[in-house]
């Protein structure tokens, strides 16, 4: 069973709404990921937070806000979505922080979002 | 342009049969290679990790990666309908940064 729990499982929301994703590990990794997976397409890294701090942020658009409020925790924040927007939104964790080559990814069971 | 390239399947093998799966990736400064499976509808797990060159085994699954090619593989012995999936070859090139394959679907036939 992972133990990246993510919330919600599936969403559903207009392009005018405000909403947001949350995430939470209790494995004391360091580092958090928010993955951006189309179907039968591969993930596509959108944020890292290493140490609480954000340290990359892959072009992402401003409709998409990440938060995390401490080490456990990792939110996302959605805003004005787009219908392409839809997709399967995961969370990540791994162990050290420090952005080292050999870090391995924990995904949580993900969020399935539909922008109507 | 950093790329992982797999065959997108889907590879169909017998139950009792080796699947074997491959992967190539175009940055030579890759230092770490992972295997993840994917079942419908839910989130990648990992699998299998590699660092160095040559076989590294675990179970029913061998990973083995060739540096000087560019090349991962994933051997899984005694194939069960349990593995059939969707395998993605994963290399992180650091700082964070792991690259996904669009990964290799496998249907194991009982």
């Known amino acids: 069973d992972t133990e990246v729990t993510q919330t919600p499982k599936h969403l559903v929301m207009g392009m005018t709404n405000k909403k947001s994703l949350k995430c939470e590990q209790h494995?004391?990794?360091?580092?958090m990921y928010w993955y951006k997976q189309k179907a039968k397409k591969p993930p596509e890294l959108m944020f890292v937070y290493s140490y609480e701090k954000l340290s990359i942020n892959e072009s992402v658009p401003s409709r998409f806000s990440p938060e995390c409020p401490n080490s456990s925790l990792l939110n996302l924040h959605l805003h004005a979505l787009q219908p392409e927007d839809s997709a399967l939104y995961l969370c990540a964790s791994s162990q050290e922080g420090q952005g080292a080559t050999n870090e391995k990814l924990f995904f949580g069971s993900g969020t399935q979002l539909s922008v109507l | 342009q950093k790329e992982v390239e797999q065959n997108s399947g889907p590879l169909s093998v017998p139950e009792g049969a080796i699947a074997s799966l491959n992967c190539t990736y175009s940055?030579?400064?890759?230092?770490?290679f992972f295997w993840y499976r994917q079942y419908s509808g839910k989130s990648p797990e990992l699998i299998m990790s590699?660092?160095?060159?040559g076989d590294k085994e675990d179970g029913r699954f061998t990973a083995q990666l060739n540096k000087a090619s560019q090349y991962v593989s994933l051997l899984i012995r005694d194939s069960q309908p349990s593995d059939s999936a969707t395998y993605l070859c994963a290399v992180n090139t650091g700082g964070f940064k792991t690259i996904f394959g669009a990964g290799t679907r496998l249907f194991v036939k009982a």
């Open positions: 590699i660092y160095s060159n």
């Open positions: 940055d030579r400064v890759s230092q770490s």
């Open positions: 494995m004391g990794h360091r580092a």
